[in-house]
């Protein structure tokens, strides 16, 4: 009897110690399964990153890229408006000086007549008439380059002369020219000098 409860005990031993390493082994095992999951997860995560910050990186290198493009033409188109605003100042001031150059060519032989009829020996008369060539060919040079003397046929017009006088009378027309004290000039619709009138009525 004794070898029989001395046996069943052994026998519970043995069952609970089978027990008790089966228990173990499944938690070490749930254990492994559990950090195995965990390793990968924490791997899956560092490969997220890994390949989240390269694309970064690559997006800021081909943003830095596209900053440098976008500066260096801006640094051209600067450039070519520079060059472009002194060729235009160039050519401006060229303009000027061959109009200026254009005018004085035509000016010039005035002058020579001017001064042959200073140095000429004769009387009055000829003195006149050589003033009056002299006239003549000033006023011809001026209408090459487009002058012509404004005109008080129709009357007052204030978009082309200025009156410094003016008088009733009746033997004139509302806001006739009456006189011409200095003739005024123009060149197509440009007033070079005003014409200075007395007006009437």
């Given at each position: 009897?004794k ?7 052994c026998a519970?031993?043995?069952i609970?110690e089978?027990?008790?390493n089966n ?5 070490e095992?749930?254990?492994v ?8 997860k924490v791997?899956n ?7 989240k ?15 440098e493009?976008l500066?260096?033409?801006?640094m051209r188109?600067d450039?070519?408006y520079?060059?472009?605003?002194n ?8 303009i ?10 035509e000016i010039?032989?005035a002058i ?8 000429a020996v004769?009387d009055?008369s000829?003195?006149r ?8 060919s000033l006023?011809?040079s001026l ?9 008080t046929?129709?009357g007052?017009?204030?978009?082309v002369?200025q009156a410094?006088?003016h ?18 000039y ?11 009138v007395?007006?009437?009525?």
């Amino acid at each position: 009897m004794k070898e029989e409860m001395k046996d069943s005990s052994c026998a519970e031993e043995s069952i609970n110690e089978e027990c008790t390493n089966n228990c173990e082994e499944n938690i070490e095992s749930d254990n492994v399964e559990n950090n195995s999951e965990e390793e990968s997860k924490v791997i899956n995560e560092e490969d997220y990153y890994k390949v989240k910050y390269t694309k970064e990186a690559e997006n800021s290198k081909k943003l830095s890229k596209e900053v440098e493009a976008l500066r260096d033409k801006l640094m051209r188109l600067d450039k070519e408006y520079e060059n472009h605003r002194n060729r235009s100042a160039k050519e401006k001031e060229e303009i000027y000086d061959n109009a200026v150059v254009d005018t004085l060519k035509e000016i010039v032989p005035a002058i020579d007549n001017l001064e042959r009829a200073v140095s000429a020996v004769g009387d009055e008369s000829s003195l006149r008439t050589g003033v009056e060539m002299t006239l003549k060919s000033l006023l011809d040079s001026l209408a090459k380059l487009g002058v012509e003397e404004i005109s008080t046929e129709e009357g007052f017009d204030p978009n082309v002369h200025q009156a410094i006088m003016h008088i009733q009378d009746d033997s004139f027309g509302e806001n006739e020219v009456v006189e011409v004290f200095q003739k005024g000039y123009k060149k197509e619709s440009k007033v070079l000098r005003y014409s200075m009138v007395k007006v009437a009525n």
